[in-house]
């Protein structure tokens, strides 16, 4: 093979396009394929010439034999007249005459003139005279039969020479269309299946991340032509990645940048605020300390917004950056809960979570997802009424598999039975900055991004959020994690609150 | 517990020292850039160095890397506490040998019990 790939490489053929390959195979087969109804046609005409002057040098020869036995019973016919022995003797002959001519002109006329001289003595002539025509005419039949036979065995070799010929013709013909044939397989196998290969490398390279990786084709034919396509597509895609890169990291600096200037400055408010509402400055009076309270609370809903805005202002840019791993879905639902409990306690709100037999294991970055069931929770708790129930669970939803593209899912439900939201705000529930409570207070607790926020991690992670909800009897808000659909964690019950 | 405390900004300096050392009732050395954390780290031996990350000079991170790269000082636990909040920024300083990370705006009421909740898990570990 490597003999082969070197002879194709001393022909150039890695040069030469693939058209051109296939307008010479094409050019090959149509010349042959046109020159093959012309040879058949001259083969059949030859073969039927042959046949024809076959079957006439035959009926000759039976011609012939039916005049020597016609004139070995010649005496008879003189003894007792028989006119139409006599004229089928004369058709005989003048048949036979006419035919030797093709093969012998003198003993053909030698035998019509022997003929004639016996037709003419035929009742008059002494017998003896008469049997020496009949001889004469015998033997110059003979003749002409001996030389049909030699004609005959000639014609045989002449077409025996040319099946022969035409023989060879059809093993070069046959062995060119084979050679040629072979010679464009052998091309297309040694170059456009090497180009091709090394365009799925380089389109694989690049799927993988390798940017930098392009097609190695040798110039000249039309996969270099897609070899170089591909690399120019290659290096527009890498420039632009770049920029991407550069903008995210742009982006990812101005947010680090913005989080640390606005936290700098609430931290000295909060400290301060801190150190003396603890105490540790010295006592406060009490109208003092009530002021500075409401600081203080202010203040953490500021830092709550700083947080919320760079989270958002993240999402939006693309500049999350999430740490997958994979969790029990019921540890983290119960770590949520747990960081909720004095919340619904302060708010005298029963608490309650369940989750499968079977927790299912997902691929999530745990503090993300329990950022928006956090959220979930704290905006269920707030919006119910002392005595009431918030509820989360989950559940295991499995793909039935029936080529419907659904996929394996764990859906996570935060229910309540708080007030319920209008159904006007329903809509605009999961945009920024609105929130469904109309009440100030509740208002001043919520920076309006939470839910803007679960929503953006929620679809970060491939899911889905959405909320039903009754005026007056309460929510429910559910989001989905894509899931598997057979791995599954040990619950250890004892382990989860 | 002798406590080095790292900090540029003075306001927030003051707030931590004042909650370290009434609050957690620890004493309190402080430092305003990365070069005077090492050199107080390796003459004071403290018990822990609580790190900002935006420092002049030298920077949070590479102030713990040269504490961790000391013999003198590789023992020494390192906390950061800072306003870099961003993953990628937490997980550098665990990387780099911290044993934990305080996020600010801190309370300076609990600064001292999250202070210690880290030790503990560090020790259990």
């Known amino acids: ?497 | 517990m002798k406590i080095l405390l790292a900090e540029d900004d003075e306001n927030i300096l003051s707030i931590a020292s004042l909650a370290l050392e009434r609050v957690g009732g620890h004493a309190v050395m402080t430092a305003r850039d990365g070069f005077e954390t090492l050199a107080a780290a390796e003459t004071a031996r403290p018990d822990l160095v609580l790190l900002d990350v935006m420092m002049p000079k030298l920077n949070g991170f590479d102030t713990c890397a040269r504490l961790k790269a000391d013999p003198r000082t590789r023992d020494i636990p390192v906390i950061f506490l800072s306003a870099r909040a961003q993953a990628h920024e937490i997980q550098r300083g665990m990387s780099i040998g911290a044993l934990g990370y305080i996020l600010k705006p801190f309370d300076p009421m609990t600064l001292p019990r999250q202070i210690e909740e880290i030790l503990k898990t560090h020790a259990a570990a």
């Open chain 1, 1 to 497: 093979m490597r003999r082969l790939k070197d002879v194709m490489g001393v022909l150039k053929l890695q040069h030469l396009r693939i058209r051109t390959r296939l307008l010479a195979a094409g050019v090959l087969l149509g010349a042959l394929a046109a020159a093959n109804p012309l040879f058949v046609r001259h083969h059949t005409r030859l073969l039927s010439e042959f046949h024809a002057a076959r079957d006439a040098a035959w009926n000759l020869r039976h011609a012939i034999q039916d005049l020597n036995r016609g004139l070995a019973k010649a005496e008879a016919y003189l003894e007792s007249p028989d006119t139409a022995a006599l004229r089928r003797l004369d058709a005989l002959t003048g048949q036979v005459t006419a035919g030797a001519g093709k093969y012998d002109v003198s003993a053909s006329n030698a035998l019509a003139v022997q003929y004639g001289v016996w037709r003419e003595r035929a009742r008059l002539a002494p017998t003896q005279e008469r049997r020496n025509a009949v001889l004469q005419v015998s033997h110059l039949s003979e003749g002409i039969d001996r030389t049909i036979r030699v004609k005959e065995e000639e014609s045989e070799g002449r077409l025996a020479k040319y099946i022969r010929r035409v023989k060879r013709a059809s093993i070069m013909a046959g062995g060119l269309v084979f050679l040629g044939f072979t010679a464009f397989v052998l091309s297309l196998w040694f170059t456009l299946l090497p180009d091709l290969a090394a365009l799925i490398a380089a389109t694989r390279e690049f799927k993988l991340g390798n940017l930098n990786h392009r097609a190695d084709v040798p110039a000249g034919t039309e996969t270099a032509e897609l070899a170089a396509a591909f690399n120019e597509m290659a290096e527009s895609i890498k420039e632009r990645t770049e920029k991407l890169d550069e903008t995210h990291r742009q982006k990812s600096d101005f947010v680090s940048t913005v989080s640390h200037e606005l936290r700098t400055p609430l931290t000295s408010i909060k400290g301060s605020l801190g150190l003396i509402l603890g105490g540790v400055t010295g006592a406060v009076p009490q109208e003092v300390a009530r002021m500075l309270k409401i600081t203080e609370k202010n203040t953490n809903r500021l830092i709550r917004l700083v947080d919320d805005v760079l989270d958002i202002a993240k999402i939006e840019a693309g500049a999350i950056r999430l740490k997958f791993d994979k969790h029990s879905i019921a540890d983290v639902l119960s770590h949520a809960v747990q960081g909720v409990d004095s919340l619904a306690r302060a708010r005298e709100v029963n608490l309650t979570c369940d989750w499968p037999e079977n927790s299912a294991l997902v691929v999530v970055d745990r503090d993300r997802i329990e950022q928006v069931l956090m959220n979930l929770l704290s905006n269920a708790i707030k919006f119910t009424e002392a005595g009431g129930t918030v509820h989360v669970y989950c559940e295991n939803e499995v793909a039935d598999g029936g080529g419907t593209g659904a996929q394996s899912r764990v859906l996570v439900h935060v229910e309540d039975t708080g007030r319920g939201i209008p159904a006007e705000f329903m809509e605009q529930l999961f945009e920024k900055f609105h929130q469904a409570e109309s009440s100030v207070n509740h208002a001043q607790e919520g920076t309006g991004l939470g839910l803007a926020i679960a929503k953006g991690l929620v679809e970060e992670h491939g899911g889905k959020i959405w909320a039903t909800s009754v005026a007056g009897a309460g929510s429910r808000f559910t989001f989905s994690i894509p899931w598997n659909g057979t791995e599954f964690a040990e619950v250890r019950r004892k382990d989860v609150a």
